[in-house]
């Protein structure tokens, strides 16, 4: 029951949207930039169509999003937006080719005319109302005071694992906040932390910098030390006084998971079978990689009809209707929760559901249909819960338990295995010796030339794109290992031998002017933030927290 219209507890979603730094100036069609065209046109423009919708309908709701700064600088970059165009060109010519090759099939002409009307959506959304600058669209949408922007670190590096040297975790923080007031004009009070991926002492370095929340993985709130009182439905707060918040793992398997989850449903579109790999190759060839290799092109006639390889046509009204039923499935479940924690905690719980915001759109098609109809639903269908943000709770809540959490991500088997493993564990020594060296540097230059400033700035942008956690992800995961080792190395290879000109007296300018343009992410970063600094220990670390604060 609901007392004087006041929600029983409360639900925040989390997005966080990310892809790791792609550009090659001196490769046009560089088949990994395909992975931020493909997201444009299936994630992040129709997500911010769906929160604009929302908006314009006066619909109440409150949702996080955070955007890597590496994704944010690929997303301003010029070039990036001029081959962005180009590919949007490229796409919508396979569309009408298609149209035109499926007319006498009744199965997927309409679905070839689908894509047709899609691509031209996204095209006009992108140009015409975004004029190419949806970081601006983004910026204007949260202005309009629904939806919440966090940030991250600023390649997205695996902190835990770079932790070894404070001033590599407090750079990639720094960084990513610079370019979050840069875009956006103010301080986040959130961080994703990449991966999910926590530590204890890192919160002293987000407090520091003026962060109030992070979102951890199950178990690092749960096995926090002294045990939460509210499990993962209130957030704890670490000694340097950060707040952290634990993700609700049935929220989670709902819709993470490829067996229990939403986007296994069989009626839904199969991600796994493309035009790029089906149709014949002659045919296709001008939309595939440079080099001729098949790949995805975003059209997909296919449903996931069953686990097996057999696969029947996609059906968007079925897909649609079965997004309708999962959205009040979702929103039923959220109400069962709420209402069986508030009758046994004494304050109003909060539903913790982080999500990659790819998932959305790229992964699960249908998914920002799902969400709009969730939102809906939650607004209108129901009172037992509303849609917050953490920034939102600890308005409400503003004492919280004092927990450590523990070292924890949201990788497989829960903590760092994922990113320190025999395909990637060989990259860390470099990492930690590169840092060393950064040190040295930051300490030895304090009276830098200008060219030497430019050097110094440009090898702190090195070790940066060498720390990114994308590298170490993909070598596990013996997707594009070649790709992710050819980057790793050539970052730190650029690096060394910057720092090796910058000893040694002798800076290739002209080599250097190429490097600038080449990697030319954070205009604004200063080499002097690596400068050595010790780790120092939360104030209360050496006397047992209380279990509750005073308050709470």
Same mark, same amino acid.
């Given at each position: ?403 450590? $959490?523990? +070292? ?8 760092? &295995?994922?990113? !320190?493993?025999? =395909?990637? @564990? *060989? ?22 030339? $200008?060219? +030497? ?8 942008? &090195?070790?940066? !794109?060498?720390? =990114?956690? @994308? *590298? ?81």
């Amino acid at each position: 029951m609901v007392l004087d219209g006041s929600p029983r507890g409360y639900v925040a979603i989390l997005l966080h949207a990310h892809l790791p730094y792609v550009r090659h100036p001196e490769q046009p069609g560089f088949l990994p930039e395909r992975w931020l065209f493909e997201a444009v046109i299936e994630c992040y423009i129709p997500l911010l169509q769906v929160f604009e919708r929302l908006t314009h309908d006066g619909v109440p709701y409150r949702i996080v999003l955070s955007m890597s700064p590496t994704l944010l600088a690929m997303l301003s970059d010029d070039l990036l937006k001029e081959r962005f165009a180009a590919y949007l060109d490229k796409m919508s010519d396979l569309a009408e080719r298609e149209v035109h090759r499926t007319r006498d099939d009744h199965r997927f002409a309409p679905l070839a005319q689908m894509y047709r009307d899609r691509l031209a959506w996204v095209s006009r959304i992108y140009h015409d109302s975004y004029r190419r600058d949806i970081p601006g669209a983004i910026r204007r949408l949260a202005e309009a005071g629904n939806v919440e922007l966090a940030t991250s670190a600023a390649t997205h590096a695996y902190l835990p694992l770079i932790g070894l040297h404070r001033s590599a975790v407090e750079a990639q923080v720094e960084f990513g906040l610079r370019q979050f007031r840069r875009l956006f004009g103010r301080n986040p009070a959130g961080f994703w932390l990449p991966e999910c991926g926590y530590r204890p002492g890192l919160d002293q370095t987000l407090t520091e910098k003026g962060l109030r929340w992070t979102c951890l993985e199950t178990h690092g709130v749960l096995f926090a030390a002294p045990r939460p009182r509210y499990g993962v439905f209130a957030p704890v707060v670490t000694g340097h006084g950060l707040h952290c918040f634990g993700r609700d793992p049935e929220s989670s398997r709902q819709v993470w998971s490829s067996k229990e989850g939403y986007p296994g449903d069989f009626w839904y579109r199969e991600y796994y079978r493309d035009i790029g790999y089906d149709l014949d190759y002659d045919y296709i060839k001008p939309f595939l990689a440079p080099d001729g290799s098949r790949t995805h092109t975003g059209f997909r006639y296919w449903r996931v009809t069953g686990p097996g390889d057999h696969k029947e046509p996609y059906d968007p009204g079925r897909a649609a209707e079965r997004a309708d039923v999962h959205a009040g499935h979702f929103m039923w479940a959220r109400q069962k929760q709420v209402e069986w924690l508030a009758g046994v905690l004494d304050r109003k719980p909060i539903v913790v559901a982080p999500y990659d915001a790819e998932l959305l759109g790229h992964w699960w098609f249908e998914g920002p249909q799902w969400l709009e109809l969730v939102i809906r639903k939650s607004a209108y269908d129901q009172r037992d819960f509303a849609l917050v943000t953490p920034t939102d709770y600890l308005a409400e809540y503003p004492v919280n338990q004092p927990s450590e $959490p523990i +070292e924890s991500s949201w990788g497989w088997k829960g903590y760092n &295995e994922v990113w !320190l493993q025999e =395909a990637n @564990d *060989w990259i860390y020594r470099h990492l930690h010796r590169a840092a060393e060296i950064m040190e040295g540097l930051a300490a030895d230059f304090t009276d830098p030339d $200008p060219v +030497e400033r430019r050097a110094l700035n440009q090898a702190a942008r &090195e070790l940066l !794109l060498a720390q =990114a956690s @994308d *590298w170490p992800f993909i070598m596990q995961a013996r997707t594009m290992d070649g790709y992710a080792k050819h980057r790793f190395t050539h970052h730190i290879g650029w690096f060394l031998a910057l720092a090796g000109q910058l000893q040694s007296g002798r800076i290739d300018e002209r080599w250097l002017d190429e490097l600038e343009r080449t990697d030319n992410i954070f205009p604004d970063v200063d080499y002097r933030l690596f400068r050595y600094r010790a780790w120092t220990p939360a104030p209360w670390a050496r006397a047992r927290a209380p279990a509750v604060a005073a308050g709470s």
